[in-house]
């Protein structure tokens, strides 16, 4: 209790707005802003990866489809043949090759993106918005279901999220891609009783929300991005000891811009929530993996000296 406070009495001197920490299934321990809603920025990815296991499990998305096969094309930039080669599931892990503008693009994005043609369908990693982007649409129209109504619906009411509304998902649109990308407000309770879902291998008590093998397929590494771990179906997932070398078991997790973080250790039995008002220009950065460092040698018996590298 003691650590937890000194992590509590730093995170207020920095711009943490609020976090939530879940421990063998119930709140451990919280504080700031935890029912305000803000933007969850590219936590939005996990949030769709959920839907697309229920789907896929139902048979209405096959992952081996490509965007040929599925009529999937943009606009002002038309795809060439070889990028309609791109698997469904090359989407969900950010290596379909497609390396065009896309709706809500950071300018780092921007400066980074390889240049178009120049890595096969499936052979690279590249942190790609097109490729989220595209996801987004391509569920929309293979499970015949709006991101906002079905999240709601089978996740939100499904798990007790008390705040969530389907008008906290809004869907922002840019002349450069026909794709828009699909935007998600949440508190930071409703984000952890997500993070307990997965932890929980898909079951809410007694009933079974996302399959256990979409989970485990969901988060496994198939790209290795180095000090930065790997990369799932919209997870980040440890690998080789990385990230940071600063957890000795496997976790996966996803960051937001400005220094969101959804965390699941599962050996721990642990859910790590933090959140930043983004709205009014907020961001923590390397300051997160001190207050997470913090948190996490809270546990007995666990020595955490690095720090946490972020996808965002």
Known sequence: SEKLREACEYSQTIQTAAVVIIYRGKVLYHWGEIDRKFWVHSIRKPFLSALY??????????LSKTMGEL???DYPNQLKPAEKTATVRM?????????????????????TRPPRGSHLPGTFFYYNNWDFNAAGTLFQQEAAVTIHKEFKNRIADSIGMED????????EYEPVSMHPCYKFRMTALDMARFGLLYLRN???????????????ES?????????DGGYGYMWGVSLNGKPGDFIPVSFYWHTGYGGHLLMVIPKFDLVIVHRVNTDIGHNVGDELGILL??????????ILPGVILLLN
């Open 53 to 62: 296991g229920i789907h896929v499990d139902e048979g209405n998305i096959d």
């Open 91 to 111: 989407l969900l892990q950010s290596r379909s090759g497609i390396y065009i503008e896309a709706a809500c693009e950071t300018q780092e994005a921007k400066d």
């Open 164 to 171: 969530f509304k389907s008008n906290d998902v809004y869907y």
């Open 71 to 73: 009529g999937i094309n």
């Open 293 to 302: 460092g913090m948190i996490l040698n809270a546990k007995k018996k666990i």
């Open 219 to 227: 988060t496994t590494a198939y790209s290795d991005l180095g000090e």
């Open 202 to 216: 898909g079951l809410w008590g007694q009933n079974r929300i996302i399959s256990r093998e979409w989970i485990d």
